[in-house]
């Protein structure tokens, strides 16, 4: 899917936009023929590399933003926008909008298509030519939500990255491998349930909010793909910080069929060590990682030092 990978960039304004499209203006919203003439003007094929997979069907952006819940009092982050498929459909809620696209050509390339279609919104569209995975400020006004494509690749570290660095985000709606938004919407006793179910249960309150079929995109990808919508809520109380917490997780589920007593002496010192905090925490040994919400994660990471404590 349109990609977020590689380096900072400058934000590109409507009158930077270098090429002609001969795009006929009143078509508000993208096709699958309009998206193919938009790639056959920038002499452009979509790359693997960076996951570009387009959405080619307007009634599938329009669902996008109606889940989103965004309108004319958010500001709203795109990563990848590539074509300008679901950026047409952001802009036509009425919401700001700031893409971040590493595609240099796309980059340059967006605010000459929303000027083509959305004369009247060319303003409240902003272009950062960037690796989302680098982006540690955006321009104001500050984001309120997330809403992308995302591509395969990269999707949970953009979603985590982009709730710990903007603050101001308060909820996501992205779409990603089906798979990939099981594991982010999944609950403590669930299969799916790993690292980025309980990094992102730290954030906010995650959900799948759909399936989207393989035809909608161009070209059409071998893996079946989902929505998910994330909520920001508070993180849980604790006395340890989110990356003692995170080391807690990646430990657990590291080894994730052993018990947390096994699983955690290496993060504790040793397995008695581990069962110390474990049990300071209120949390049996012998349980596994998977078991456990994030509270539970966070209350181990402050266990530690007290456990330690003689």
Known sequence: MPSAACSRGAAVGPRDQPHDLSVTAGAALLGAAQVRELAEALG?????????????????VRRIVRLADVGPADTVVEVGPGLGSLTLALLDSGARVTAVEVDPILAAALPGTVAARQPERAAYLTVVAADALQVRELPDPQPTALVANLPYNVSVPVVLSFLERFPTIERVLVMVQLEVAERLAAGPGSKAYGVPSVKAAWYAAARLAGTVPRSVFWPV???????????????????????????????????????????????????????????????????RGEALPVAAFAAIAAARGVAATP
């Open 44 to 60: 452009l094929r979509p790359t693997k590399s960076w996951g570009q997979n387009f959405v080619v069907d307007a009634n599938t």
């Open 221 to 287: 990808p071998n893996v079946d793909s989902g929505l998910v919508e994330l909520r920001r809520r508070e993180p849980p109380v604790t006395t340890a910080t989110r990356d003692e917490v995170f080391a807690v997780v990646d430990a657990a589920f590291a080894q994730r069929r052993k018990t947390l007593r096994a699983a955690l002496a290496g993060w504790a010192g040793g397995a008695a060590a581990a069962e110390a905090a474990l049990r300071a925490a209120g949390v049996d040994p012998q349980t």
